[in-house]
């Protein structure tokens, strides 16, 4: 039996925090973290905003980021490309060293809920002297256990999942591009339509879902 723990996180210096405290209502949820390059530091995340204009903005002067670059629009949802900034506090590596994995992260209000799957309640106590040391304001909201949950794959199938990750990691969403779409469809094996395809594809099967989970929280709230 594994150890979920559900938690309310709050700094400074936490990823997107200067964007989300001054867009209380946006609904941001970080995608891709076992893609996360150790090298480029980047991400992505989906978000929901009443007012994009002032959401970009933010995001603009947010000092955890840089390069913020949106990379699709669906329905009034925006998947952006961001790099981490080097003074930032990045809590996956942390919990990955502690045998764990983040299973959930979005901003609600301003602050991080995040939903750890951790080995013990040792882990647990680890992790939260880790927030303590680094200024984190630290709060358990949910403590239970269950059986192991694998990795989640937001909803995409293999081949969504590998192009996505190999688009990713070759600089496909850079601006400019590292990798072209003739290049990406040559190493992925594929002709330069069915690249094109995978990729909006699976844009649309996260944005789906992402707006699932939401309507789901709304639901238990």
Request: hydrophobic residues 40%; aromatic residues 8%; charged residues 30%.
């Amino acid at each position: 039996m594994f150890v979920i723990a559900e938690l309310a996180l709050s700094s400074p210096t936490l990823v997107l925090t200067p964007t989300i405290e001054a867009n209380p209502s946006a609904r941001v949820r970080i995608q891709f973290q076992p893609a996360m390059d150790p090298e480029r530091r980047r991400f992505f995340v989906l978000v929901e905003a009443e007012d994009f204009d002032a959401f970009d903005d933010a995001l603009g002067d947010d000092y955890t980021v840089a390069e913020p670059t949106v990379v699709a629009e669906q329905d009034g949802v925006r998947m952006y490309r961001l790099g981490l900034s080097e003074d930032v506090i990045a809590v996956t590596p942390t919990v990955t060293e502690l045998g764990g994995m983040v299973l959930e992260m979005h901003s609600t209000g301003g602050v991080w809920f995040v939903k750890l799957q951790v080995p013990d309640r040792d882990a647990l106590a680890a992790f939260r002297e880790f927030c303590v040391d680094s200024g984190i304001e630290y709060r358990l909201e949910r403590l239970y256990r269950t059986e192991p949950t694998r990795s989640d794959d937001h909803g995409l199938t293999d081949q969504q999942r590998r192009t996505l990750l190999t688009a990713a990691r070759e600089g496909y969403f850079d601006v400019p591009r590292s990798i072209s779409q003739a290049e990406l469809a040559a190493e992925l094996g594929v002709s330069d339509s069915a690249v094109s395809q995978r990729v909006r594809r699976a844009v649309a099967a996260l944005i789906e879902r992402a707006l699932s989970v939401d309507e789901q929280v709304g639901r238990r709230a």
